[in-house]
């Protein structure tokens, strides 16, 4: 079992930067896919940005790329997400979750609590 705990988040005007974090516990982080998702009211839940085990390859939806980067320190067991020049559309719930495929494009074997992104003036 893999729990994760996602913080980082809070109230941002549009332009400025915000930087998740996803701490994972247990000793195989290492071998696990890891993505950030995240849901507005009234929206589905979408994916943002996965990175595969070794962190060799990244992925971005399009409405965020040039704009966040994930990235991950398999000695710290932590993933993060930065977004820079947010826009008030990228208000959202994000989560964090895991994948035991360590190459996984879509990670949702583990999820964590959410946190709250808000972007306003």
């Known amino acids: 079992q893999v729990q994760l705990v996602e913080s980082g988040g809070g109230l941002v005007q549009p332009g400025g930067s915000l930087r998740l974090s996803c701490a994972a516990s247990g000793s195989i982080f290492g071998r696990y896919a890891m993505g950030w998702y995240r849901q507005a009211p009234g929206k589905q839940r979408e994916l943002v940005a996965t990175i595969t085990d070794n962190a060799r390859s990244a992925n971005y939806a399009d409405s965020v790329k040039g704009r966040f980067t994930i990235s991950r320190d398999n000695a710290k067991n932590t993933v993060y997400l930065q977004m820079n020049s947010l826009k008030p559309e990228d208000t959202a719930v994000y989560y964090c979750?895991?994948?035991?495929?360590?190459?996984?494009?879509?990670?949702?074997?583990?999820w964590g609590q959410g946190t709250q992104v808000t972007v306003s003036s």
């Open positions: 979750a895991a994948d035991r495929d360590g190459t996984s494009w879509y990670p949702r074997d583990y």
